[in-house]
């Protein structure tokens, strides 16, 4: 990894400019975000090489929170230290927060979200094709044998009949150190204390009718510190939280509020500033979004300095290998429920098409291709009318 002591004004400028634009222009989820980052940091600017990159990503896999958020964060960590830490993470974050926040103001004076289905209809299948050509940039990486390839495809079964992501993740991790140390389990490794913490215990929430910013705070706290998994996984937390035991939203507002995050670039756990607006106004709204980004800083924070260590060890690189070639187990299966929903007729199968040969024939930057496709769609949309 790169020195992560006091980085000159160079590193940071970087650090910042990146990731304020990926803030802006990362639709397509956590796999689109990965990609795009990859893309950037690995190919274009060689801030990391592929395996770090790949173990920064298992890294992110293994402690809670927004996956792709928290790669930010690490990724930022490598270049600029701890400032760089903070500019990442935060300016990743901070357009989608922004967007989600007008939107939220639209929603509660005008009661109904923006419609933005013209923009997405060009830009999902463009993303299809940046994470495709991005696995298979990884695979090349990850999968070093039979072993790797094999542990990948019984994950992206496994996830296609419903296991839990991180039961898989660790399990991949588990399948490939028990298969390459077999011989050495007699002696209990010393490096497994190492393995990043896999959750956290819940914080208290206070029920009742009227918004109580602490108990507010709280909630959203609990759920950046505990949660695993997809923005369906998020959904089941919030509607546990706010709508069953608090009683502070209905279920239409809930969906709208997923909506929202899905409609954003950057990561969807700014829903929680939508909801935040609506419950509690601008103040409920920068409550909720520091509440449930900041357990990924401190996580973040207390992982980073033991990734190498986690390389250097025998059991452990077997583990990080194992759990690289399940994330992208996992990348695949997520791919391809994507695809079903951004392919939907011929213009965006072309589209899809069309930038994946792009990409792999002219390596075209993946942020031009996004732009012409939301162009692409916005004019077949409107010819469709």
Known sequence: MHDVGRPSPGPLREVAALFLKLGFVAFGGPAAHIALMRDEVVKRRRWVTEQQFLDLLGASNLIPGPTSTELAIYLGYARAGWRGLVLAGTLFILPAAL??????????????????????????????????????ALVKTAVKGYLHAAVGALVLV??????????????????????????????????????????????????????????????????????????????AFLRNDFVVRLGWLTDQQLIDAVAVGQLTPGPVFTTATFIGYVVAGASGAALATIAIFLPSFVFVA??????????????????????NVAAIGLMLAVTWQLGRSAVVDWPSAGLALVAAVLLLRWRINSVWLIAGGAAVGAVVRWLGR
């Open 99 to 136: 967007i989600s926040l007008a939107i939220a103001w639209a929603y509660v004076r005008y009661g109904s979200t923006p419609e933005a289905t013209w923009l997405l209809y060009g830009i999902k299948p463009v993303i299809i094709a940046v994470v495709v050509q991005a696995i298979w």
């Open 158 to 235: 496994l996830y296609a009949v419903g296991i839990n992501e991180i039961v898989l993740l660790l399990g991949g991790g588990v399948l490939v150190m028990a298969a390459r140390q077999g011989p050495g389990l007699r002696r209990p490794p010393r490096a497994l204390a190492l393995v990043p913490m896999v959750g956290a215990p819940a914080l208290p929430g206070v029920a009742g009718g009227a918004v109580d910013p602490v108990s507010l705070f709280l909630v959203f706290l609990k759920i950046g510190a505990v949660l695993y998994g997809s923005g369906y996984v998020l959904l």
């Open 302 to 323: 207390a992982v980073y300095p033991i990734v190498p260590r986690l390389r250097g060890s025998v059991w452990m690189s077997a583990f990080l290998d194992g759990v």
